[in-house]
């Protein structure tokens, strides 16, 4: 996801933006790419020392989901009309990125089913 | 030196249980030899010790430690005086100085006679500095928690009495940092701890509110939230950089702040209250994030200085794995 960033970087730079709330937005979507790969790295850690990943690994997908949907939304904001309008090819492929990250939280278990796992399994909450 | 695996397990065991027993934070730090185990590994004694102090929403001097051995200079310092204000943009010039004006934090004054180490900036940029601890004055933080205990103080140093550059203060500012990263991801566990007991037995509509779906979805993000800084956290001691434990200081104060929330919403109205311990934890999330860089201020110059052409840095790089 870090491409996606350096990406957005580049067309930031052309359209001459780099002011505070750009900047903010713009790390805050690093913290969230920056949160999936420390997490994850830790799974596959896990998984290497062939230690098996329980319920907590619905967290890697929940961060997933999380930072996709958030790097994406940032592009589509600070890029403003060209990201709605312009059809150069580079812009469809935003967009079409953008279309693929709504099913971030939905494919692969969605949102709401890796959360009930975490409140079940690793919070012991009472079951609904 | 790293601490092995069932040695810091054993000094994990030892400091939680003496913070369940009611223990105050000045006689754990002296039980488990503070000063050694930061010495022998500053990376597992910081996370392990920080967050539980978190947890416990104690307050120690226990970060002057972790600042001192990164800075490991000669001599002896009893306490340190952190900078109001890290931002750079944020720092005034003070070009062609006679003196210099020391304004920060002590986390503990009491009893301090000997040295202070000061990180102050200098020309915009954070240096460490000797000040003897006669010449400074000292009064409560007060503020949104004034159980913090911390000190403002302020004194005139001679401008040469710089004992580290830039670039060595940067690293003690960073360990400093992830060191409290660790103890807002305590706190944050403590509010998880707090909303999780209270939603499994208080009943609303006839059954507990843990059985409702938003408290249920609410209270697993509060967990991966706190998981993933404290994830963020290790790969940051393991990169070892500024930009890293920014980001570590950065997301934890955000999730903090987030996790506190959440809590604050599904437990509802006796956590709003000054005596309910979830109001603690909201204060002290709020001190610590404001310490050493808030989030919003750190997330901004990440930002920025990525815009302006920075290295987005990979926090994990493939070889790490």
């Known amino acids: ?128 | 030196m790293v601490m092995d695996e069932s040695t810091a397990g054993m000094l994990h065991t030892s400091i939680r249980g003496a913070f369940a027993a009611g223990g105050r934070a000045k006689e754990i730090l002296a039980m488990i030899d503070w000063v050694d185990a930061v010495e022998a590994d500053a990376a597992t004694a910081a996370s392990i010790y920080f967050a539980e102090q978190g947890r416990a929403v104690q307050s120690s001097s226990a970060l002057d430690e972790i600042v001192l051995n990164a800075l490991a200079l000669d001599g002896n310092y009893d306490t340190v005086i952190y900078p109001l204000e890290t931002d750079p943009a944020a720092l005034a010039p003070n070009v062609d100085v006679d003196a210099l004006i020391v304004r920060g934090i002590q986390l503990d004054p009491h009893g301090r006679t000997g040295m202070c180490l000061a990180l102050v900036p200098i020309n915009q940029m954070l240096h460490a500095i000797s000040i003897p601890s006669g010449v400074i004055s000292a009064s409560p933080v007060g503020g949104f928690d004034p159980e913090c205990g911390w000190s403002r103080v302020t004194g005139e140093a001679d401008p040469g009495s710089v004992v580290a550059d830039h670039v060595a203060s940067l690293r003690a500012v960073s360990a400093a940092r992830l060191a409290i990263a660790s103890e807002l991801v305590g706190v944050g566990e403590r509010a998880l701890a707090l909303a999780t007991a209270h939603v499994a037995t208080r009943k609303q509509f006839g059954r507990p509110l843990a059985t409702f779906a938003t408290t249920r979805y609410r209270l697993a993000e509060c967990w991966t939230w706190l998981t993933a800084a404290a994830a963020i956290v290790d790969s940051a001691w393991d990169a070892g950089t500024v930009e890293a434990a920014l980001t570590a200081k950065a997301y934890a104060g955000q999730a903090v702040a987030d996790v506190v929330g959440h809590c604050t919403q599904v437990v509802g109205a006796i956590a709003v209250t000054r005596e309910h311990q979830l109001q603690a934890c909201a204060r002290r999330a709020l001190m610590l994030d404001a310490f050493l860089g808030s989030c919003m201020s750190l997330r901004g110059q990440l930002g920025s200085s990525f815009l302006a052409g920075g290295v987005i840095p990979r926090l994990v790089s493939p070889e790490a794995l």
């Open chain 1, 1 to 128: 996801m870090l491409y996606r960033l350096e990406r957005l970087r580049e067309d930031l730079a052309t359209q001459g933006r780099n002011d505070t709330y750009a900047a903010n937005s713009f790390g805050r979507a690093y913290l969230a790419v920056s949160a999936l790969r420390a997490r994850s790295a830790q799974t596959v850690r896990r998984l290497s020392t062939s230690s098996t990943v329980g319920p907590e690994a619905s967290a890697d997908k929940i961060l997933l989901a999380t930072a996709e949907q958030l790097v994406l939304d940032t592009a589509r904001e600070l890029l403003g009309d060209q990201f709605i309008f312009s059809d150069s090819p580079a812009d469809i492929e935003w967009r079409a990125e953008w279309q693929f990250s709504r099913a971030a939280s939905i494919y692969g278990g969605a949102g709401e089913i890796q959360r009930a796992i975490l409140a079940d399994r690793v919070l012991q909450l009472p079951k609904e």
